[in-house]
């Protein structure tokens, strides 16, 4: 009879509810079911092992050994407390105006990638036919499949001093620095904006833009006034993305930047070149503090939910 | 009624020069990989297959694809079980700590890569080395696992807010085991979100490289490693725009499909 | 609600404790590490006895060049024919600098590196390679004699590696952007401004002491006798230097298939070079380019192959160090490098006759008048007492040039 009804709502079933009670999956779920905290323990359990053991666990001894210092002739590091590094890191000012470069660059990127995705999105959601529409999406995210090397390789190829852009603008390309390397940056990460930029779109239904209109109010002063406010939200979340992304990057700017030095190029450096694991790991907290301040920012704006 | 035309219009505009800049670059990459030039000289002078046949017997490349494909596949299993077994916990109970779940999932794919890579090789040296386990394949996958975990969580998540649980109850009020509840309710309802964090994980571990770097041993290379290598190598170069070219082919086959498989739901899939 | 607040609360303090426990035992692996002046000793390292059967694989840490495979030209590889001979598998990665490849070899996953001069005693006295023992190694008799014992490559007499070959950093330009024969560094330096933008330069702090070197003939009065040894005031001074350089240059490289396509591509017309990424680029179709060594001087590096104290497969390492400084195998690798070789026999096997006597491969006196990379430290060379700058103060210095 349970299932004649379960058929009813909907749910096929292809064997009668219910088990045997000698079954031990049967015991098994019997036992857990009044037990909510047991339950909960399980389902928590494995992931904040994984996450809060092993990896907050490893980022704590990474950050802890930002108070240790280095042997100045092998490198090796040398267990003694010290302040020296942090002290380093945030009152030179090579290191400020690196932090100070990479955050505005994170910024530009992230405002540039909004800008361009917002339309993008407005128009997939609700101005494309439904049959286009899935193909956009296609569109926008088969990009991402294309290794980030290679695109960051195509824009070095781009902005090559007799490359595609120069024979189309006339012999003019901005060249490797800074200005390529928002670029590009704006490019590699346009796609994570589109995304829940577009998902917060779909949430947008069309009647309140139909009532927007019927009341009298222009396409802009409903974008502003309505669209905006519920769209937020998504578009914080996508900024999320750019804005971590971009804070951390180091390969796309060897690759396009030129002479350009970012804050992970540094921290590469410090580990890599100078051995100065101790310094490299003072130096991580920058962008550690930079992106959790983000993140708690966008957390008010409700951007966590809709990522 | 519609929304006015002239609006439509720009955005109409506004959306096509978007996927113009999108694809642009990508088109490049397709011309280099015919281009006779080695140097991608601009026009290209002639078109050739030379690079394909290279491509094709280039045993550094296939090789490090096949890494690829294990380490993705490796890592989006555990990133589906983790993030699975997270999102529910977090949405269908209270607890204290609750909201700090969401911000410590993302904090693997916000902080820069090269913390996370420096942290988890430290991690893996103290901790791995001794219990004899190496670097290599294994250490690659749990990298990748960690930061794949938000994308699974985000998707779950998602879909359960939307579901109500009503259906879940009704299963147990007919005598379903809470195993057969979720099985035979839960699971079907969830599978496009489960797709889409699995495609959108699998996505994100094949073409990772920071991490990969830092976690990753000498005889083990993935692909994106394998093209950093071979990026500027004079020989090398247009191989590795083939490759390119063949993944940006390939993948839009199985996006789509992806797609189509789940429905309308899946196209407002979760970073 | 009280349940799981334990729950979190302990797994917090697992944390707490395990990072404790994990900071405690973390990886130091010589916090002695002596300075190599102040006369301490390396760390024991043990020293093979005998070479048996190859373990069937090998990992090197190698400069680009040094361990070719045919992947950038299919008639330039001698590694294959070593997996042949001998059944150890190769699998190479090409260190882009002296930095990248210590910091390699101290991850332990390496079986061995060709170090340079700036390398090599760092690797010694962390305790990262192994003496090695040249009886094991037949072809280490005839390598060049002014290579055996030297400072940087041995201690007390105990060689920690053998020796592969030796040249200089060279001036590389392109005829067809930069006209007239260049024969100075001012190219580079101060006559840098009419090549704005497509100057380039070695990404790596030992390129302060070109800079230094520059100085010594055009400034002689700052006192600079070597450059590795600068006092804070010399150091300044090269600085100032490489600053006013940075804003001609377009780009850095460091990895040297970069500097390849930088040519190549016009991006950069005039900088610091390696004879190999000459002969590459004028392999290719489109681009020539030039190299000399200016009348300056240069500096230079002598490479050393070191076996890593962690060596996971010591027996196929011993046989390819003695495969590489094997007189054909060598004249291969310098002929396809552009370098000296340390072999003194492979000068019979070269296909040009005259190599090494364009290389000065048997003169020990034109080798003496290169200044190889070294580390710097704080004990300045010929006596001049204690305070030169040390190597860290030289990447802070380079990190602040390029901004």
């Known amino acids: 009879m349970g299932y004649q009804v379960a058929a009813d709502q909907g749910v096929a079933l292809d064997a009668p509810v219910g088990r045997a009670a000698s079954d031990p999956r049967g015991k098994i779920s019997a036992f857990l079911a009044p037990k909510r905290k047991t339950r909960l323990a399980l389902l928590l359990g494995a992931p904040m092992l994984w996450l809060v053991v092993a990896y907050l666990g490893s980022l704590g001894v990474l950050f802890a050994s930002a108070f240790w210092t280095t042997d100045s002739f092998t490198g090796a590091v040398v267990h003694s407390y010290s302040l020296d590094n942090l002290r380093e890191v945030y009152t030179q000012p090579l290191y400020r105006t690196v932090a100070v470069r990479t955050i505005s660059v994170a910024l530009l990127v992230t405002v540039l990638d909004a800008l361009i995705a917002f339309p993008m999105a407005f128009y997939m959601s609700k101005v494309a036919r439904p049959g286009i529409r899935q193909l956009l999406v296609v569109a926008v995210l088969t990009p991402l499949w294309a290794s980030y090397l290679v695109k960051a390789y195509a824009w070095r190829s781009l902005l090559a001093p007799h490359g595609p852009l120069s024979w189309v603008a006339g012999g003019y390309t901005p060249g490797y620095g800074l200005a390529a390397t928002v670029i590009t940056l704006t490019y590699l990460w346009l796609p994570y904006m589109v995304i829940p930029i577009y998902a917060g779109f779909e949430r947008v239904p069309r009647s309140l833009l139909e009532a927007s209109a019927d009341l009298g109010a222009s396409p802009y002063r409903t974008i502003r006034s309505v669209i905006l406010p519920m769209v937020f939200p998504a578009i914080a979340a996508g900024s999320i993305f750019t804005f971590s992304l971009t804070l951390g990057d180091y390969i796309a700017v060897g690759i396009v930047g030129g002479k350009t030095q970012m804050l992970a190029n540094v921290i590469y450096g410090q580990l890599v070149t100078a051995n100065n694991q101790p310094l490299a790991a003072a130096l991580a907290t920058i962008p550690l503090i930079a992106i959790v301040l983000y993140l708690l920012l966008m957390r008010r704006t409700g951007a966590l939910e809709n990522v | 009624m519609e929304l006015p035309s002239r609006l439509r219009w720009t955005l109409r505009v506004l959306a096509w020069i978007g996927l113009a800049f999108l694809y642009v670059p990508l088109l490049l990459v397709l011309l280099n990989a015919f281009n006779k030039s080695r140097t991608f000289g601009f026009p290209p002078t002639g078109l050739t297959l030379e690079w394909w046949r290279a491509a094709w017997h280039s045993e550094g490349a296939r090789s490090a694809l096949g890494t690829s494909v294990r380490a993705a596949i490796g890592a989006t299993a555990i990133a589906l079980v983790l993030g699975t077994m997270a999102a529910f916990a977090v949405q269908r109970y209270h607890f204290f700590g609750r909201s700090t779940i969401s911000l410590l999932v993302i904090l693997p794919i916000a902080l820069p890569g090269i913390v996370t890579g420096i942290a988890l090789n430290a991690a893996f040296r103290t901790v791995l080395d001794p219990l004899g386990i190496g670097f290599g394949l294994t250490t690659v996958i749990i990298g990748h696992a960690t930061f794949c975990i938000v994308l699974v969580f985000n998707n779950v998540q998602a879909r359960l807010r939307r579901m109500s649980g009503s259906l879940e109850e009704a299963s147990a009020d007919l005598g379903a085991t809470g195993w057969q509840t979720f099985r035979m309710v839960t699971l079907p309802n969830l599978r496009s979100a489960l797709f889409a964090g699995a495609l959108l994980a699998f996505g994100l571990s094949f073409d990772e490289i920071v991490v990969t770097t830092f976690t990753s041993s000498p005889d083990v290379q993935t692909l994106p490693i394998w093209i950093f290598g071979n990026l500027f190598r004079p020989n090398q170069a247009p191989v590795v725009n083939v490759v390119a070219a063949v993944l940006i082919i390939a993948a839009v086959l199985p996006v789509w499909l992806a797609l189509r498989l789940a429905g309308e739901d899946a196209a407002s899939s979760r970073i | ?403």
């Open chain 3, 1 to 403: 609600m009280r349940v799981t607040l334990g729950r979190v609360g302990t797994a917090l303090a697992a944390t707490a404790v395990a990072a404790v426990v994990v900071a405690c035992s973390s990886s130091s692996k010589s916090s002695s590490g002596g300075q190599a002046a102040s006369g301490q000793k390396p760390p024991s390292v043990p020293m093979a006895s005998s070479v048996g059967a190859g373990e069937g694989a090998l990992n090197i840490i190698a400069w680009a060049g040094y361990a070719e495979s045919g992947q950038n030209d299919p008639k330039v590889d001698w590694v294959h024919p070593f997996e042949q001979q001998t059944g150890c598998k190769v699998n190479v990665k090409i260190g882009n600098t002296s930095d990248e490849m210590v910091q390699l070899m101290r991850t332990g996953q390496y079986d061995g590196v060709s170090a340079s001069g700036d390398a090599t005693l760092r690797l010694i006295y962390a305790g990262d390679v192994a003496p090695v023992n040249t009886d094991l190694v037949p072809n280490y008799k005839t390598i060049s004699a002014f290579l055996k014992n030297g400072k940087w490559n041995s201690v007390d007499g105990q060689m920690y590696g053998i020796p592969h070959g030796w040249g200089a950093n060279l001036l590389m330009w392109n005829p067809s952007s930069v006209t007239g024969t260049q024969d100075s560094w001012a190219a580079v330096f101060d006559k840098s401004d009419q090549y704005k933008g497509k100057v380039t330069a070695y990404d790596s702090p030992i390129y302060i002491a070109d800079a230094a070197l520059y100085l010594m003939a055009t400034q002689p009065n700052l006192g600079i006798k070597d450059p590795y040894s600068l006092t804070s005031a010399q150091l300044d001074a090269a600085v100032a230097l490489l600053e006013k350089q940075k804003a001609n240059i377009g780009e850095y490289w460091a990895d040297y298939t970069k500097e390849v396509q930088a040519f190549e591509s016009g991006t950069s017309v005039i900088g610091t070079t390696w004879q190999v990424i000459a002969n590459t680029i004028n392999g290719g179709a489109k681009t020539k380019v030039k190299t000399v060594l200016p009348k300056e001087g240069s500096t230079g590096w002598s490479d050393t192959w070191m076996i890593s104290s962690k060596a996971k497969h010591p027996n196929c390492m011993y046989k390819w160090m003695d495969y590489i400084v094997s007189p054909s195998v060598n004249a291969q690798v310098a002929e396809y490098f552009g370098e000296a070789p340390a072999q003194t026999l492979a000068c019979q096997h070269t296909s040009d006759k005259t190599f090494c006597q364009t290389y000065h491969a048997l003169d020990q006196a034109y080798s003496n008048q290169l200044h190889y990379w070294t580390t710097p430290q704080k004990q300045c060379v010929n006596g001049g007492g204690s305070d030169c700058t040390d190597y860290a103060q030289w990447v802070t210095k380079w990190q602040q040039i390029k901004g």
